[in-house]
């Protein structure tokens, strides 16, 4: 469970997000090594106030280490010991030699060896800072014969807590935070469109086109332009589709007439009569997938003439017919009362809807198909369910693509010719509607008719 939720708010599962954490981390770490160089490298020296308590911690060593019974002792293990009541490191310059002895620990920077260099010259002792480190000296003291400059050398660290590098790090974060994110967003806002575009073009919007995004002229705009122009030929292809399924069907129909004609004739002159019955079921089965056809042409042509009446007046028919089909197929229909609802529809094509719908779930179940209604704020709805064997779910995206018949469980016995359930889709989509098909939780197939409510 926490695994699941930790998936779905991680930033980095999205492009805006990866981009943003991108750009915010590199400009985080580069202020960061900013900061570490500009202190390590560019350390300014200050002169401070000098402690009386450091000068006289000095002095008290000097004399210490001027005493003639420990001049045989080595000048390095005198610092070394002296150094440990101090919070730092003592460090001795020859004044002839200028060779610099240092107590143990880490090596001084060279800056700082540098600085204690230039404060031998000094007459009295002063404290200069670099960094975090402070130097204070010299105060002289001779030692077999030999002039010493001392010095100590203690990590000196600001008495206030004052934040600038806190402050600078907040200001960064800041910065960095809405800088990268608007970044990021001005990236992501054309893909995060033409992906919208994407999936209306692949919902059947064929007007869908990419505008603001078309109009720059980085790569993605260029894209855009690309997406443009595939969306017009698909568009142009549709069209040409249509137009060619309408001429086609058009163009048919005389000579079926013609078909017809010649059928009766052969009728009255006695030919063959089982000839004559096959040759005149064929026409009608052309006869129907003509009408199925133009009925198809009619629909994505957007003809409609919208009505407004009560719903049940709008299904009575189909339900009268649907229910007189199951009887004669010794079959239950089972249809919940029709719902209140004054609905704006073009009644032809809500009929033709539900009709395809209706009959192909009683033509493949097994006994009983339902039929129930509700309703939402923005569409009301005709679920349609059978108890037949159903499709698998990627059959259930295909079924109302025309001419596709499913493989499985509804097969080619029906009769049909693959326009039913297109017509319905194209009816359904007249109306600001949607059609969609799942399979049911108790075996068949469940189908729902959304319509947009006027």
Known sequence: MLSNVLKRVNPARAIMGRLFLWFW?????????????????????????????????LNAISQRLARPRLADASLLELLNRSSRGLRGRLAAINIATEELTIAGGPPLRANDKRDLQRLVSQSSPIAIKRGAIKLVGPVFFERNGERYALFSAKFDMPERKAPPVLLFLIIALVTTTVLSWLFARTLT????????????????????????????????????????????QLESMWGAQKRLLADVSHELRSPLARLQMALGLAHQQNVDPETLTRVEREADRMEALIGQLLALSRAEAGEVSLQTMPLSLALNDVFTDANFEAANSNKQLLIQAIPEYTVCVDSMMLCRAVENVLRNAIRHSHYLTEVSFN???????????????????????????????????????????????????????????RITAAPANKGGLHVTLAFKKQ
Request: charged share 25%; aromatic share 8%.
């Open 25 to 57: 981390v590199t400009f985080i770490v580069t202020a960061l090594l900013a900061i570490w160089g500009s202190r390590v490298f560019f350390e300014e020296l200050e002169v401070v106030d000098v402690k009386p308590r450091d000068v006289a911690e």
């Open 189 to 232: 806002n054309p893909i995060l469109h033409i992906q919208g575009s994407v999936k209306k073009l692949a919902g059947g919007d064929w007007h869908t086109r990419v505008d603001k995004a078309a109009n720059r002229q980085d790569e993605l705009g260029q894209l855009a332009r690309d997406f443009n122009t595939m969306a017009e």
């Open 375 to 433: 309703a939402d704020a923005t569409h009301w709805f005709i679920h349609i369910t059978d108890d037949g064997d159903g499709l698998s779910k990627e059959e259930c995206e295909r079924i109302f693509a025309p001419f596709y018949r499913a493989s499985l469980a509804r097969e080619r016995e029906s009769g049909g010719v693959g326009l039913g359930l297109s017509i319905a889709k194209a009816a359904v989509e007249l109306h600001h509607g």
